[in-house]
């Protein structure tokens, strides 16, 4: 079984970030495919990941995905920058939350010039907890690392009642040196039970201490990635496809496919 079968069912976005790793279109993938997979993607995992592209261009879409991976016993997540929430009301920001289990809100600083300030973000993302747990995916950069920056803003979502703060390393460009901060990364994962960090930071990091970071990650072995032309590679970095769904059983597939060990990623440019 793997952990999670992530879903980036769209490369349509309205955001520009330049970090992004994603190419930008209108393709969707074909909605009956996507319907169709919860029934067998009971057999392959127990937790699906939505991405794009934006999800919340497509609300009715993921709302009927998630129905059908509830009606399966699956967990359905998804991870949105929030934008179109400040103009959702209430009601349709509960349909598109109803069978989501949690609703990670992407925070960096491309995406500061989208919100008036911090206040609107976690406003947005204490109205999406009304619905279902909320998380914030937030991309380390040279600002955030500064002084004590990371400590006080991490602390700061935690207390406006972030449920689960996910600290990513840039994956497509150059990042800032957080080495010097591993001291930071120890309190805030010793004081937070829900503060995560990423495979690549596990590895920046790497201290014998921590068990588990000196393993492979996760691609191919835990996680496999799904883009809108239905096609299935080792994560969603990888453009090694191992096979392209036709019918929603062809997911059943995935088992019979070889992803080989990575300690290193090829796809990173650093």
Same mark, same amino acid.
């Given at each position: 079984m793997k952990k999670v079968v992530s879903i980036h069912f769209t490369n349509e976005c309205n955001g520009d970030c330049p970090f992004c790793y994603r190419e930008q279109g209108k393709e969707t993938i074909n909605e009956n495919l996507l319907l169709g997979l919860p029934r067998f993607l009971k057999d392959v995992t127990n937790q699906v990941a939505l991405g794009g592209g934006e999800p919340t261009l497509h609300p009715g879409l993921v709302q009927r995905f998630a129905r059908e991976c509830s009606n399966y016993d699956l967990i359905c997540n998804a991870t949105t920058n929030?934008?179109? &929430?400040?103009?959702?009301? !209430?009601?349709?920001?509960? @349909? &598109?939350?109803?069978?989501?289990?949690?609703?990670?809100?992407?925070? @960096?600083?491309?995406?500061?010039? %989208?919100w008036r300030d911090g206040n609107e973000y976690l406003d947005v993302c204490n109205r999406v907890k009304k619905n279902a747990q909320v998380s914030c995916n937030m991309l380390i950069d040279e600002n955030l690392i500064r002084g004590d920056a990371f400590v006080r803003v991490t602390?700061?979502?935690?207390?406006?009642?972030? !449920?689960?703060? &996910?600290?990513l390393y840039p994956k497509n460009v150059p990042g800032p040196d957080i080495i010097p901060k591993r001291k930071h990364y120890e309190y805030l994962s010793t004081k937070y039970e829900k503060f995560y960090v990423d495979d690549l930071t596990c590895k920046i990091l790497d201290e014998?201490? %921590?068990e588990g970071w000196r393993e492979p990650c996760h691609y191919g072995r835990d996680i496999v990635s799904i883009d809108e032309k239905s096609r299935i590679s080792g994560c969603s &970095?990888?453009?090694d496809y191992k096979l392209t769904l036709e019918k929603p059983s062809d997911i059943l597939k995935i088992p019979e496919i070889h992803f080989e060990d990575r300690f290193s990623c090829p796809y990173l440019r650093r």
């Open positions: 929030g934008f179109l &929430f400040r103009q959702w009301d !209430d009601e349709k920001l509960a @349909d &598109f939350c109803e069978n989501l289990t949690m609703v990670s809100v992407s925070m @960096d600083r491309a995406k500061t010039k %989208y602390e700061h979502l935690f207390e406006r009642g972030m !449920d689960r703060v &996910f600290a014998e201490k %921590y &970095f990888c453009k």
